[in-house]
Structure formats: C-alpha cells, structure tokens
C-alpha cells in the first residue's frame, strides 16, 4: 500500500463532522449519481456471480414503509406522514413489483435476514402483510431458519396483523414505545396509550413470538429523569426478549427543537443522566449488554442479541422508497422518490463501494468493541498489516490503535472529545483516489482557514447520532 498523500487532520477532522462513522452510507450523499434502474439488476447480478461469500455469508433483505400516521415531533427518519388507504394499497402493489423485479438476479442465494422497516411498516393491513410474506418466501431462497424481524407502533399492530406476521413466519417483533408519559407524548406530539402499549405487549406474548425487543428513548422534551426511569421500571417488568435504550440525538435539527428551542446543554445534561441510570437499572433488572444499545435478558440462551460484526461487510437487497441495498466491494445504491411525495415514482442513486473502502470500514465500525487480526483475514483473505501497515503504525504512533493478543483495540478514554479524534485520524486508513475524490466533492463546504477542531464544534459532536451512540454505548 502506497504511502497517504493527505495528512491534514484538519479536513479530516471536517470530514468526522460531516461524516462521523463512515458505514456504507459513509459519503453523504456527496458521490451520489443517479442511475437507471435497471443498473440495479445489473449490480445484484455481478455481486453474486463474483462471490459475496469471500466478505459475510449473510445475505439481508431490507423492506422500507415510508409512511407514519403522523410525524413524532423527534424523528428524522425518512417517511411520509398520514398514509391515506389508497396511497398504502399503491405502495403495497409497488413493493410486490419490485419483488418480482429483483428476486430472479438474486439467482436463489439463500436470504439469511428480512427486515421491515420505516416509517411505520404496522401501517400495512394484515392482507398486504400475508401478501408480502408470501411473496418473499416464494420469489427468494429463504433458508428454513432465517430471521425475519418487523417494527411496529402500539397504536397499528393490532391482534389480527400479529396473526398475519406470526404465520408468515416472523420471529421478532419490534415495538416502538419510546415513552409512556402522556406529557412527553402530547410534547412530541405522538400517538399511543399506555393500555395501547400494554394491550399491545399482551397479543404479542399471547402469539409466543420468539423474540420481543422494545425502543425506549432519554432525554426526550419535557421528560424527567422520574418519568423515564418510571418507564423503564414498568417495561422490564413485562420481561421483553430485548431493550434498545436510544438516546435522543440529532436534537437541534429535529422538529421539536426547531419549533421550540431552548437550553441545548440542558437536553444533553438530562439525556447523560437518564442514559446512564438506565443502564444502571438495566443491568441490575436481569438484562445483559448484548451489541448496539441493546440490553439482553440473561435468560436468553439461543434467543440471545448477537450483533455480529461480520454483517457490517454483508450484502443487503434494500426494496422499496429510502431504502439502501449495499453490495460490498461493488456499490451502494439508494433509491430516493423523485417528487418526494409519490413513494411509488423512484430513481437509483449510488456510488462505487470497493474492496478497501469495505475493508477500512470494517476497522472504523468494529474498533472500539476490537478487532482479531484472525478474523479479518477469514472475512477479506488478507492481513490487517498488509493491507493497512502504513496507517496502523501512524495511528499506534498516536495511541489510538494498539495490539493485545492478536487484537486491534482503541486504547484510549471513551470521551466525546477523544472519540471524535480517533474517528478523524483512523480516515486515513481510506485510500488516496478516495480521500483526493472526496476532499473534491467537498471542496465548495470545506475551509482550510476554519478550524474544525473538537473544542469549537463540541455542541454538533454531542447532538451527532454516532458519537452519541459510541459514547453511551461503550460506558462513557
């Protein structure tokens, strides 16, 4: 590996501000190139026939419901508020299509994970749940054992579509409660009850799915730390498989903030302490730390939250409005709504994703947890060293890598302001062709003159969802 042209911590410093984690969707939108949808097909065909089973033997589908019955006043997932039935019926038709579409350039690579997301995918009838089942296990290679999982709201997933989703084979269920308060519900103007969430968590048991996973979020508006550990305290004792404990993030740019404002260090202050007596009460309820945000129960045995990093390099088919699909080593493609407001009207846009840039986010996305010099020569064929031996020595030289036991490890503090220098520093483990493409792409926001050093942009790195997470998921 040749030697890095860029140094400047500088704009890698701007690039962990505008691109914190560097995951697939790493660019932001800045190499993006609209494309036919027919060059779809084309990369799902040369994907497989080049092999995917050299990086991950996963292979994801990825099933986006952009609609909402209303916008949670939080949120800043991609969606389409208030769904009408005839729009549904519409999309529902589009999604079957682009089964039919994709499923044959698959040419019956066994799907390993299904996932549906949004939006609000519970919105769908318990009809077009059947239907879509149906139509995946039938178009797809479904293996006997794969993990389907669907995300619902208490309000939309009513018994009957539980019925539906169980005889289609799903085993996990999420439920999006968030917050039992009605105070902080009217505050982020969302909608449901608390029998709403208890009625709901009742059909679920009563079904015998095999997993159960809630969402709760800290630090939301108006919420006290009384109020959410009360939430929390009602939660674990209905004993769900799962608890993601979400940290409110990305707060200045959402709905609420923009309307309302406000103390922003004062959302951080709250958001600290109820994330970490959270975890506190989590821990001491029976639940185990088990991957991102998630907190398994100790009882799981076989149903317990594996988050394996392998799948950070698997392949997913990403179908429908928003969604990704990710073909590592080939490209990444989105597909994005044309208007904005037909969700059926969709044009591809992507970007060239190649072997190093897989491999170097591979090292970004796994660091902190540690990576074994054994396992990335399983995954990718080659050494850790061979391919990065250049940066790995700059970043021992800085204290940010270090060897333990045939172990990549960040042995540093786990603080805000050391994180966000690991994650500028570790970019220049990306090539030069891509660091030169990018400060390219870049070149009208960037400023060598600003600095964009940790101390004077401090407030965005505390509001970035990946820092946040990084942060409150690693004990900080």
């Keep these: 590996m040749k030697a890095m042209k860029i140094r400047d911590i500088n704009f890698l410093r701007f690039l962990t501000l505008k691109l914190p984690l560097g995951q697939v969707d790493m660019f932001g939108g800045a190499l993006f190139n609209p494309v036919p949808g027919t060059v779809m097909g084309k990369h799902i065909d040369r994907f497989f026939q080049r092999g995917y089973r050299s990086y991950s033997p996963a292979f994801s589908l990825y099933f986006h419901i952009p609609f909402c019955l209303k916008r949670c006043l939080y949120c800043w997932c991609e969606r389409k508020a208030v769904a009408q039935k005839a729009e549904m019926q519409a999309y529902y038709q589009y999604l079957l299509g682009m089964i039919d579409a994709y499923a044959p350039h698959a040419r019956g690579v066994p799907v390993d994970i299904c996932n549906f997301g949004g939006g609000t995918p519970s919105l769908l009838s318990a009809a077009q749940i059947t239907g879509l089942l149906g139509s995946i296990r039938r178009s797809f290679a479904v293996r006997e054992k794969a993990y389907f999982m669907f995300e619902g709201s208490p309000r939309t997933l009513t018994l009957d579509k539980l019925k539906a989703l169980k005889e289609g084979g799903v085993s996990r269920i999420s439920l999006g409660v968030q917050t039992l308060n009605k105070k902080v519900l009217n505050a982020v103007d969302r909608l449901q009850s608390r029998e709403e969430v208890e009625r709901c968590i009742d059909n679920i048991r009563s079904l015998s799915f095999d997993f159960l996973n809630i969402d709760v979020m800290a630090g939301l508006p108006l919420q006290t730390e009384a109020s959410f550990l009360a939430d929390l305290r009602f939660l674990i004792a209905r004993k769900p498989e799962v608890i993601h404990l979400h940290p409110f993030w990305n707060i200045q740019p959402s709905p609420y903030y923009q309307m309302k404002k406000g103390d922003i260090a004062a959302f951080f202050k709250g958001r600290h302490t109820m994330t970490r007596k959270g975890r506190e009460m989590l821990l001491s309820g029976g639940y185990l730390r088990r991957g991102h945000e998630a907190f398994q129960m100790v009882s799981g045995g076989e149903k317990e939250q594996s988050v394996l990093y ?9 179908i429908g409005a928003y969604a990704i ?18 969700m ?4 591809y846009f992507g970007y060239a ?9 591979f090292i970004i996305l796994n660091i902190l947890s540690g990576i074994q010099r054994k396992d990335f020569q399983r995954i990718f064929g080659e050494s850790l060293e061979g391919v990065f031996g250049a940066g790995l020595k700059r970043l021992e030289h800085l204290g940010l890598v270090a060897w333990q036991d045939g172990r990549l490890v960040y042995p540093g503090t786990r603080s805000f302001r050391a994180l966000f220098d690991l994650f500028a520093w570790i970019k220049i483990l ?4 891509l660091l030169e493409k990018l400060q390219a792409n870049f070149s009208r926001e960037y400023h060598s003159s600003v600095d964009y050093s940790q101390e004077r942009f401090m407030l965005k790195i505390m509001d970035n969802g990946w820092f946040v997470q990084a942060v409150y998921d690693l004990g900080v």
């Design 325 to 342: 699909s990710t073909f590592p080593g080939q490209a990444v493609m989105q597909c994005l709504p044309r208007s904005g407001k037909d």
């Design 353 to 361: 994703y190649p072997k190093h840039a897989v491999m170097a986010n």
């Design 310 to 318: 392998e799948r950070s390099v698997g392949a997913t088919l990403g």
């Design 430 to 433: 990306y090539d030069d062709a």
């Design 344 to 347: 059926t009207d969709n044009e």
